[in-house]
């Protein structure tokens, strides 16, 4: 029974992360582009913020995916 529970966990771990591996793909290019931009004198300040702002909507997109998968939706009573 566990080991039924690890692999479906596993297969969830796996549609999940090629789900948000798709969602984040603007985000982490932008990222890429800041930092192949930036001189290293310019790395933090603004640099580092936009930065901290592209994680930022990583992070809000792997929520928002999680709670997508999670069925929490109720019938109202008749």
């Given at each position: ?5 690890a ?32 001189e ?29 998968q ?9």
């Open positions: 029974m566990q080991e039924l529970l692999n479906e966990q596993e297969v969830a771990t796996q549609q999940l992360t090629v789900e948000l591996t798709q969602l984040i793909e603007d985000e982490v290019r932008d990222m890429v582009r800041t930092l192949q931009h930036a290293p004198a310019t790395l933090f300040g603004q640099t580092e913020f936009k930065i901290r702002d592209l994680a930022l909507q990583i992070a809000a997109k792997a929520y928002q995916q999680r709670l997508a999670k069925k929490t939706a109720t019938k109202v009573p008749v």
